[in-house]
């Protein structure tokens, strides 16, 4: 299945995407895309419904792909390609900082680049959502815990991150930098995750041609490996690393300003596109 969130900011609908492409209103059976409603049992319950009986919604803003997020748990230099362009080493554990799920937003909305940044950038991401409570598990059993999967921006203001002192949070968590969706895709729907093409474009330039072959730590293994150190609960989201490509890592390097135009989109889970714009 195929799971959204459609409306206004803080007024979205939550939905499902039919077999025609049709986007069909899922109020009367679920309050949001998150929590109890992306468990095993409510995904098995929203999957028997007739999805062509259910009211048709007009097209509109899509909203992030999930509800009631409580960690943005990102993991950095997870693609080999990746580490190698921006001149680090693999890593011998996954990196893990946070990113703010204040910096959630929809997957088409406007991205707002803060005040002072000089180094805006980009990074398309495979998203993990989690569906129930993982603690201690697996890396055999890790992937029971995933309700599904989606596209993730992990958009970047590398002054912050890297030239500021301190962690990478405050580089990664500015408002608007976490863009994800346009949907929820469930787990039957995705035979390999570490089999999946991701791009991304700038202004109708290929930046980033990658794939999750590339991924140093598997998504069955961040989600045992995470749940070592932390509970993760439903609607968590992993935003598991980025391809190389990213400006950062370009000779000379390259970075976004105000009305730039990202794309990006992973097989299978479907596209965003963001206006960039300066903050007022």
Known sequence: MKLMRVGEPGREKPALLDSDGKIRDLSAHVSDVGGEAISPAGLAKIAALDAKSLP?????????????????????LNFSDHAAET???VPPEPIIFMKATSAIVGPNDNVVIPRGSEKTDWEVELGVVIGKTAKYVTEAEALDYVAGYCVS?????????????GQWTKGKS?????????????????????????????????????????????????????????????????????????????????YLKAGDVVELGIEGLGTQKQTFVADR
């Not at 048709?56 to 950095?76: D, H, M, N, S, Y």
């Not at 991701?198 to 293994?221: D, I």
């Open 174 to 254: 500015c408002d608007t930098f976490g863009p994800i969706g346009p949907w929820l895709v469930t787990k039957d729907e995705i035979a390999d995750p570490q089999n999946l093409g991701m791009w991304l474009k700038v202004n109708g330039q290929t930046m980033q041609n990658g794939s999750s072959r590339t991924m140093v730590y598997g998504v069955a293994y961040l989600v045992s490996y995470l749940s070592q150190f932390m509970s993760l609960h439903p609607g968590d989201v992993i935003s598991t690393g980025t391809p190389p490509g990213v400006g950062m890592g370009l000779k000379p390097p390259r």
């Open 56 to 76: 048709e919604l007009a097209p509109g803003r899509i909203g992030a792909c999930v509800a009631g997020t409580g960690k943005f748990i990102c993991i950095g």
């Open 87 to 89: 001149g680090a080493t």
């Open 153 to 165: 921006n992990d958009v970047s203001e590398r002054a912050f991150q890297t030239e500021r002192s």
